[in-house]
């Protein structure tokens, strides 16, 4: 079992068309475990830290202002291989290569405007979760089936 926590933020786009509720009913219905969620409008110092691997790409301005312009929410998520798994789930940055049945690949038609953002690997998921929560914001917890599974 590799139990793993990720970053995921529901961005302005995602947020506008009321889709906070589908998203976190799909990483619900899959089996993660919400264990940390807030909601804020990003400010451009918390934005660029967040993007900086984008620093100096062609996109990187229109991302830094798309991604301040409204409402955002963030959540950890945690269970078997969180990190991949969410990463399947909300699909490929590219809409041409976003399949049906993914988040992306069902809302969105654009790159910028893709919905959501999740961590892609280890690191940056321990990096984002510290952006945005500290130790005690994240709930410790186990749900009933958790712990019918840890005692088999
Ligand atoms: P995200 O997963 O949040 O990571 C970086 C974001 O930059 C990405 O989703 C898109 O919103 C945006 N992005 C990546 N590539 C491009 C691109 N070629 N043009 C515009 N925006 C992009």
Redesign the pocket.
Known sequence: MSIQRTFVMIKPDGVARRLIGECIQRFERRGLKLVAIKMQILTREKAEEH?QE?KGKE?YE??ISFITSGPTVQMVWEGEDAINQVRNMIGN?NPLKSEPGTIRGDFALI??M?IV?ASDKTESAEREIALYFSTGDILQYKTDDEHWLTSK
């Open positions: 993007y984008h996109f229109s991302l940055t790159t910028q893709n953002h």
